[in-house]
């Protein structure tokens, strides 16, 4: 089978980061209210996700500090409602892997899936992690971006680390026993519930670049919660990286893992969602995704393997398959855990992908490589998708075409 030859290019996003994240935390802690809300001798939980959000340690370490500063007790709270196997071993080891430790952080680092009802949403039960609960204030710390499984005014933020992270296993599965259309809705009317019963006293917003860079952390006063982060939504989806062509006929992604995204792969960057009753977007129109492996962030975790239609022997080797499960038993879209079409290696995977493409000239084949789906900033394209981005003054070319080249294995060489 003839390959197409490859172009490495370069996606020149603004770039946007903070030149120190963790002395930008201390500016913006200081500006807040805090020493107002916070006296001597009081706890104070902080909530710890499971996302590997850039900086996070740094920031969590300035909001530890601030909390001593002022006489309080920190305490950071592991706040990833299912993910972690669903047990605190499985958070404690996560969060270790994000540089999240009571060493690193000066502060201890509460694993627990001990969780109480604390009421009722349209949705069912509301439930909140018995340890917060024991926190004279709460402190919430989270990315806010656009959610890879649904759309609204509310979505990955502040309100869902409440409603779902804070909620444990079993706020995560009465959360996602809503219908998906209303999950928006549930993350308002859940953390309306669990905001009679937790004194959260301020929200840190963390926004990032199209490089997975921090650039902007923004206060959130208890009473601006709903209204500032429906804001900030919507500033983050402006900065959203996605792939420089919408129409191929294959994509190769090196690595999936909840490292990159809550779905292993972002669904808003590969265009499938794979829920039940949802319809699929409209764009990018990708007819075949092979994913190669399961990045070692991720810790056997290959949720979202699903959403590919080729995988390899390798990643299906290193599945933690408990894990996947929970999380797709959970959220209730199982699809997403279903193993693709597997093969011997890449280069069996690779021809698989474009033979079943039918028709496609092999050697003009629309294909487009990169990492993940997260870092986008560079990435390899076939000579027929160049064609249509070599006008853009966002692209820069890194390199001449090339073949597509295996090791003596039969896996891709790394670019």
């Not at 599965?173 to 219908?179: E, G, I, L, Q």
């Not at 792939?243 to 006929?249: A, E």
């Amino acid at each position: 089978m003839d390959f197409p030859k490859l172009i490495k290019i370069s996606l020149m996003f603004p770039k946007l980061g903070l030149s120190d994240a963790g002395l930008e935390t201390g500016i913006v802690l200081r500006s807040s209210s805090l020493s107002r809300n916070i006296k001597p001798g009081m706890k104070v939980g902080i909530t710890a996700g499971s996302r590997g959000i850039r900086n996070i340690s740094k920031i969590l370490r300035e909001v530890v500090g601030y909390v001593k500063y002022l006489g309080g007790i920190p305490v950071l709270l592991a706040a990833m409602g299912s993910h972690g196997g669903g047990s605190p071993a499985g958070q404690r080891k996560l969060l270790e892997s994000l540089g999240i430790t009571e060493k690193n952080m000066g502060a201890p680092v509460v694993c627990s899936v001990d969780c109480v009802e604390i009421g009722r949403a349209f949705y069912g039960r509301v439930f909140m992690n018995s340890k917060a609960l024991e926190c004279d204030a709460v402190i919430l710390v989270n990315r806010i971006k656009p959610h890879t499984s649904f759309h609204g005014e509310y979505e990955s933020g502040l309100l869902k680390m409440l409603v779902v992270g804070l909620g444990g296993p079993s706020g995560a599965a009465s959360f996602h026993r809503c219908p998906t259309a209303s999950l928006s809705r549930a993350v308002a009317e859940g953390a309306a519930v669990a905001l009679r019963h937790v004194r959260v006293i301020l929200g840190l917003a963390v926004l990032e670049d199209a490089y997975d860079d921090t650039r902007m952390l923004v206060p959130v006063f208890p009473e601006q919660l709903f209204e500032l982060e429906r804001r900030l939504l919507e500033e983050s989806r402006k900065h959203l990286p996605g792939l420089p062509s919408g129409d191929l006929d294959l994509l190769i992604v090196d690595e999936i893992g909840k490292n990159f995204s809550g779905t292993g792969m972002d669904t808003n960057v590969i265009g499938r969602l794979r829920i039940q009753g949802v319809p699929e977007p409209e764009s990018p129109r990708i007819k075949r995704i092979l994913v190669l492996d399961v990045a070692p962030g991720a810790h056997g975790n290959a949720y979202g393997i699903g959403l590919a239609d080729f995988t390899t022997t390798r990643l299906v080797e290193k599945m933690d398959r408990g894990a996947i499960y929970l999380n797709a038993v959970t959220s209730t879209f199982v699809q997403r855990a279903m193993i693709p079409l597997t093969c011997q290696n890449d280069m069996e995977a690779v021809k698989s992908a474009l033979k079943s493409l039918g028709t496609v000239d092999t050697r003009d084949a629309r294909i487009i490589r990169i990492h993940n789906t997260l870092h986008l900033n560079e990435m390899l394209v076939s000579e027929s998708v160049f064609r249509d981005l070599s006008h853009l003054p966002s692209i820069q070319i890194m390199g001449p075409p090339e073949e597509i080249s295996f090791d003596r294995s039969g896996n891709l060489l790394p670019f």
